[in-house]
């Protein structure tokens, strides 16, 4: 193997890599880096001459000379998926193989995986026979690679008799935190299917020519098989995650400014009921209208203050002196309008650390549990904040014209009108008021930090970013910073230059995109430009924004499937092939092509590598293998990467087989690199982006590139070499990380394992191409199909950009410093990603480095540079203004625990990668304490030190950072395995604020309260055993998983109807769905149960518990006020206990 194996010395996570050179950007933002090599996206970064020419005569000037051009290469230039091939010739590899193919099979471009020319022969024949004797068509290409036609397989593989190992031991342990799903209702899949006739395939080619747009009878396959068909409409999410995601409209193209009196506003703002799907919980019909928003247009000046509906988040007082009672008494939960009234001081909260039992009790045996003299309705409700906020803020549309605004709570469910900032659904920010200096900064330990969800889903009711299209020339942007023409830029001179607000430089507005401006200094066609009037939008990018000034081909993806033992025996490799007969149909495409311009392509392997030839000229598919698997490559480039469309018939064909082909393999070794390497030389041999799908199930330990050894050890949690446990056992995934992103190819990765199979390793180049890792573990069809199959047609077809960078830029006086998510970077300021799809969000750290000025504030702009699934190339731009100040307490009142706890979960989750895990929640406890002394020093009013006083916004803080340390990575319980710790902190690093919030501090529902003539979800309840009754069922989800709780004297009458059993002992703890029963109850929780699935961006496992059963010990995980069971303390001791360090603070 020829990669290149220098030591990663480097973080390998986010970090900068300095020495990889394959993408460098100097200039893509900042000022231009010395020494480093030229980009490859030529003017994405360089200067842009023609902007320098002056002005044109004024008479022209009204119609812009772009105005109504075609796009100058949106389509007709897109080179088709035949002609990308087209350079390697037909003929040579299509239907017969030639016995010498080899050579001619290597890509003309440069494969730094494949100095040398001549691949060692190695005689691997035998690994051929294992299908079965080859039929006659088989020749061989040469000692390592086999080919063979894979039409009539009726008598393939051998008999498996006298088998020297067992079918592998797939029960599940009772307690797997992740993957429990109680003892075996395994039914064998289609174990009494023979095989598919072969007259089958053989006619299809006739009866089916393969013409787009002809009904195929692929499609009527599913049906005959019940399992694998769409789920019925009933259920309320299957079928809606088909044809409305793929045909979800594309925004409306704005080739230029929009007519005369056009705007480019969304819909009417003054609607106050906006959500109706999915219904908003309880809280929502807040009896406070929101008023008619018509009246602001466009982001107003920049030293607009803020909105006084917005100051309800008053003044942080969250404690004036209120006597000395030692409990704090209950005033809290009742006081009514709380946080509701404008200039209302909020209730006290206060606690005598004095009277309340010291953390250190958390160490004892439950039967010694100290009776809490805090009364835990005193301290502050998570629900309670939802609520209020869903009351005060939820009914009317949160308008962003406002600087520094801050927005709705996460799990508010609220209408967003752009008008000059970005919505919350993009970007969330720590604090919407930041302080001018970093002194103060730093006495306050608030972290600065954005989330940015730069390719988010918006509700229909909102207006997706308009594409903006300047014609050849691109966007125009400033001459030093490179910033975007975006709603802070400030036409000087009459309109002729403008002034960047981000650095101040002035720049020559080129004579195309000259316009007037009116007697206020704003430019006429400010609101027909999305650009000057608009938060988020996008730009057709140029040539110039292409790598190696070339336009982008459509991206490919290719479907990569583990056939080795487990995976063909547990019926996977059947329901995958089943699946994708139907799903690939569902491929993304750009809103007004009739087909998606995605190809495809088919891999299967366990030591070896079979590629797939579906050419649409063949008769049937044609499967060559790689056994030689040390220098992997392509053996076809012809016929491998297809149009679904026209070669429909072929893949068929190939999907019908492959579960027959290895129904009787013996092999149980996998290997993994190879794999990626494969997909990744097959996408630089089409020359484009793409993605693979991964599907593996065991720890790849065959004699290959990137072989693994077995290093679980749980001995080492809680010792200094803990970190290990979350590092990659060797760098080769990471320098196959580093190519895969400079090809653009993003790794999503399926895993089943019934045993380790190293998460932290195999998920690498997953996470740094920016891909996702789904993990089932002790898969079974009967209970994880569902889910499996819900989260694979989601992610086949969810909006996804390819070949991204994105930078951050900033007003001066910050930076962009720090950077957390599934990304790869190169330098320090380009954010990498191979793919970016629409759930993944990155967190990014500010810091200053120099003053803010109160009346200017700051400003972020965020830009990604993607190809979209159509080969497009574009530019997405994100800006938000936020306010300074000089005064902490304004900090402290612009603040957003739930983002701030994002940031701080991320950081912490980075941490452990170098850091015993003890380090990095001792560093998270005293950050929030400092945090809280400093408010409690320099915000809150005087009183005695025995009083805990918290910010009003941060009030939650304590709670949920309590949720964090006691997460399974900083934690964990003795159920909870090596894998699902490195899977949870993969997951965690990528997850958006709702996700994070959910994860931390679960929904927790009771069903038995819900309305069922309503829409409307029960109202939450806090997460602790206490508020739990035993006449109840409840339903808790916290974004994996749904528990459903059941009490051991719920009546009998509520079981049946929900169960469809008639005790509570008959409830089956092995269901993973509810059973399907037609009343008013069992519709109601199911609809519920559906509500939340769509909700979240996977398909969530369904879990029922029953009280005193032993998976309940599993579900009293997730009650997070309690003490858990892994020493995690309980909500009011980790309050006193952050009482304690913030008084030591502070004396
Ligand atoms: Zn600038």
């Given at each position: 193997m020829s990669v290149n194996q220098q030591a990663h010395t480097g973080p390998p996570y986010g970090q900068p890599q300095p020495g990889y050179q394959g993408y460098q950007q100097p200039a893509y933002g900042g000022q231009p880096l010395p020494g480093v090599p030229q980009s490859q996206y030529g003017a994405y970064n360089g200067p842009m001459p023609g902007y320098q020419q002056p002005v044109p005569p004024q008479g022209s000037l009204r119609a812009p000379p772009t105005s109504g051009a075609p796009p100058p290469a949106s389509g007709a230039s897109l080179p088709s998926g035949h002609l990308a091939y087209s350079q390697y010739g037909h003929g040579d590899v299509q239907n017969g193989i030639p016995a010498s193919a080899a050579p001619m099979q290597r890509p003309p471009a440069s494969q730094p995986f494949l100095p040398g020319s001549a691949p060692t022969p190695v005689s691997q024949t035998s690994t051929f026979q294992q299908y079965g004797p080859p039929p006659a068509s088989v020749q061989q290409l040469s000692n390592h690679m086999a080919g063979m036609t894979i039409g009539s397989t009726t008598a393939s593989a051998p008999p498996p008799a006298g088998l020297g190992y067992g079918p592998p031991t797939s029960v599940p342990p009772v307690s797997g935190s992740f993957s429990a799903t109680g003892s075996g209702l395994y039914t064998p899949y289609t174990a009494s299917q023979g095989p598919p006739p072969t007259s089958v395939s053989q006619g299809l080619p006739l009866a089916q020519p393969p013409f787009p747009g002809q009904p195929i009878s692929t499609q009527r396959l599913p049906t005959q098989v019940s399992g694998f068909a769409p789920p019925p409409s009933s259920t309320g999410i299957g079928p809606s995650s088909y044809p409305p995601t793929t045909g979800a409209p594309r925004p409306p193209t704005m080739p230029g400014p929009p007519l005369p009196g056009q705007t480019v506003a969304g819909p009417p703002t003054s609607q106050p009921n906006h959500v109706s799907s999915p219904p908003p919980p309880s809280a929502m019909s807040g009896p406070h209208p929101g008023p008619p928003m018509s009246g602001l247009h466009g982001p107003p000046p920049p030293t607009h203050p803020p909105q006084p509906g917005y100051q309800m988040q008053q003044n942080g007082s969250f404690g004036q002196v209120r006597g000395p009672q030692p409990n704090y008494g209950g005033a809290y939960p009742g006081t009514p309008n709380y946080g509701t009234q404008p200039g209302a001081p909020p209730p006290p909260k206060r606690l005598d650390p004095d009277s309340i039992p010291s953390p250190q009790l958390n160490e004892l045996p439950p039967q010694q549990k100290p009776r809490h003299r805090i009364d835990p309705d005193a301290i502050p409700s998570p629900i309670q904040v939802i609520e209020d906020d869903r009351s005060n803020r939820g009914s009317e549309p949160f308008v962003t014209g406002v600087r520094g605004q801050v927005p709705p709570l996460v799990t508010t469910n609220f209408l967003v009108k752009d008008q000059g900032n970005a919505s919350p659904r993009y970007i969330r920010c720590t604090s919407y008021n930041i302080p001018c200096t970093s002194d103060m900064a730093k006495q306050s330990q608030v972290p600065l930090a954005a989330v940015i969800k730069p390719l988010a889903t918006l509700p229909p009711e909102e207006t997706l970013p308009y594409l903006v299209d300047h014609g050849e020339s691109g966007p125009v942007r400033c001459n030093r910073c490179k910033a975007y023409m975006c709603p802070f830029m400030q036409f000087i001179e009459g309109g002729r230059r403008f002034q960047c607000c981000f650095c101040s430089c002035v720049t020559e507005v080129p004579p195309h995109y000259f316009q007037h401006l009116d007697h206020t200094g704003k430019r006429v066609d400010f609101y027909d430009r999305p650009e000057l009037s608009l938060g988020s939008y996008e730009f057709l990018a140029t040539?110039?924004?292409?790598k190696n000034n070339k336009f982008p081909s459509p991206p490919a993806f290719i479907f990569m499937i583990d056939v080795s033992y487990n995976a063909v025996k547990s019926g996977l490799v059947r329901l995958i092939c089943e699946e994708l007969k139907s799903l690939l149909d569902y491929l993304p495409r750009e809103g007004n092509m009739e087909e998606s311009a995605i190809r495809v392509g088919f891999v299967t392997y366990n030591k070896v590598l079979h590629f797939y030839n579906v050419k649409s000229s063949l008769a049937q598919p044609q499967m060559m293998v790689v056994s030689d698997v040390a220098d992997m490559f392509v053996p076809l480039l012809d016929g491998f990467l297809v149009n679904m469309n026209e070669s429909r018939t072929v893949i068929a064909s190939l999907l019908d087989q492959i579960p027959e082909m290895f129904a009787d393999t013996r092999e149980t070794e996998t290997v993994f690199a190879p794999v990626i390497q494969a997909g990744l030389e097959a996408l630089k041999a089409a020359e484009c982006a793409g993605k693979l799908f991964i599907f593996h199930t065991s720890l790849p330990i065959a004699e290959a590139p990137g072989k693994l050894k077995n290093r679980d050890d749980k001995k080492l949690i809680n010792t200094d070499k803990e970190k290990t446990l979350f590092q990659p056992q060797t760098s080769f995934y990471n320098n196959l990380a580093k190519d895969c992103v400079a090809q653009g190819c993003c790794v999503d990765l399926f895993l089943f394992p019934n045993q380790y199979l190293d998460v932290a390793t195999l998920g690498v180049v997953t996470y740094q191409t920016g891909g996702s890792i789904y993990k089932y573990a002790y898969f079974q069809l009967e209970t994880d199909q569902d889910r499996f199959l819900n989260d694979l047609r989601r992610d086949v077809q969810k909006e996804v950009g390819f070949d991204a960078v994105m930078r951050v830029r900033t007003s001066t006086g910050i930076r962009a410093t720090d950077f957390f998510g599934a990304f790869y970077m190169s330098n320090t300021t380009d954010v990498e990603m191979a793919g970016l799809d629409c759930d993944k969000t990155i967190t990014v750290e500010f810091k200053h480095d120099d003053k803010l000025s109160e009346d200017s504030g700051a400003l972020l702009q965020c830009a990604l540079l993607y190809t979209s699934c159509a080969g497009q190339r574009r530019l997405r731009i994100h800006n938000l203004s936020l306010n300074c100040c000089t005064q902490l307490a304004d900090l402290y009142r612009n603040c957003e625990t739930d983002t701030l706890i994002n940031y701080l979960a991320k950081y912490a989750y980075r941490g452990v990668l170098g850091s015993p895990v003890k380090t990095v929640r001792d560093a998270l406890i005293n950050q929030c304490a400092q945090i809280l002394a400093c408010y409690r020093k320099n915000c809150a009013s005087p009183s005695s030190a025995g009083q805990l006083i918290l910010p009003e916004c941060m009030k939650l803080l304590p709670v949920y950072l309590n949720c964090v340390l006691k997460s399974d990575v900083l934690q964990p319980g003795p159920e909870v395995t090596t894998d699902d710790r490195a899977y949870i902190r993969q997951l965690v690093t990528s997850m958006d604020v709702a996700e994070t919030n959910v994860f931390f501090y679960p929904r927790l529902l009771p069903l038995t309260k819900a309305d069922v003539d309503s829409d409307s979800l029960p109202a939450a309840i806090r997460n602790s055993e206490e508020r739990l009754s035993k006449g109840d069922i409840y339903l808790l989800e916290n974004g994996l998983n749904i528990f459903v709780w059941v009490g051991v004297n719920v009546q009998q009458g509520l079981i049946q109807n929900l169960f469809g059993v008639s005790s509570f002992s008959q409830i089956s703890n092995t269901l993973s769905t509810l059973p399907v029963l037609e009343n008013p109850f069992s519709k109601k929780v199911r609809s519920i149960v559906d509500m939340l699935q769509v909700q979240r961006s996977r398909y969530m496992k369904l879990i029922i518990v029953k009280q005193e059963d032993k998976l309940e010990m599993l579900f009293k995980h997730f009650l997070v006020e309690d003490k858990s069971l892994s020493g995690g303390a309980s909500y009011v001791d980790f309050l006193c206990h952050m009482h304690k360090e913030i008084r030591q603070l502070l004396s």
């Open positions: 040539v110039d924004y292409c």
